[in-house]
């Protein structure tokens, strides 16, 4: 969200969970950031984030959906709730926010919808089946859902990020990390930034694609 409140848009920050985040950068910014509660189980809540959109600004150029949850383990040893409640939240999570975002974007300037995937749902990656399996729904829907709605002018497309350091990452042991590492091509972790780059890439700058697939993973997958 930074990189698109540095270009001096208006933001609609999702947070379940971090909300000071979220208001830390609404302090940064001022009115052109605001804050909204939205849960990727809470199909409500989807509506809710987006009327407070509407109201604001009467329109929605660019969503982001970049929330998800992961829960880890092999799939005869990782309960079935567990493996369903990762698939549920996350393409159920992608879908109502989509739904409820596309009569504001119809509306908006050069509308786009990037939907944040994963390498893993490109080459799969043991312990993560319902991860991967979530995240790998995403490609099918944006392709479906870009032939839907392109001729309303909307570009839907998924980037797919390798290991980047984040908050989540940050748990892993360090020896684990080191090994993730080295698969990639160019031998290290991605950053927040370069994936928040390339997500406006996608939103503002890549017109002309509509159903692409943007790996950003550092050859990961190659």
């Known amino acids: 969200m930074r990189a698109f409140a540095e270009r001096g848009m208006n933001i ?102 990037v939907l944040v995937s994963s390498v893993v749902g490109i080459i799969g990656f043991p312990g993560d089946t319902a991860y991967a399996t979530s995240k790998s729904a995403m490609f099918g829907f944006a392709r479906s859902l870009a032939k839907e709605v392109g001729r309303d002018g909307i570009r839907v497309n998924v980037i797919a990020p390798g290991f980047v350091d984040t908050a989540m990452t940050a748990e892993i042991p360090a020896e684990s990390k080191r090994v993730i590492q080295s698969q990639a091509i160019l031998g290290r972790s991605g950053t927040a930034e370069e994936i928040a780059d390339a997500i406006v890439f996608m939103s503002e700058v890549a017109t002309f694609c509509t159903g692409t697939i943007l790996t950003v993973d550092g050859g990961w997958s190659i």
């Open 12 to 113: 609609g920050c999702g947070y379940r969970t971090g909300r000071e985040q979220a208001e830390e950068l609404a302090r940064e910014n001022g009115a052109n950031v605001i804050p909204m509660y939205y849960d990727l189980c809470d199909a409500d809540s989807a509506v809710g984030a987006l009327k407070v959109v509407a109201d604001s600004w009467g329109r929605l150029d660019s969503l982001v959906v970049n929330a998800s949850i992961w829960k880890g383990g092999k799939l005869g040893q990782m309960p079935p709730d567990d493996w369903w409640s990762v698939v549920e939240a996350n393409v159920g999570g992608m879908s109502q926010i989509a739904r409820a975002a596309l009569p504001l974007l119809r509306l908006g300037d050069s509308p786009s919808i």
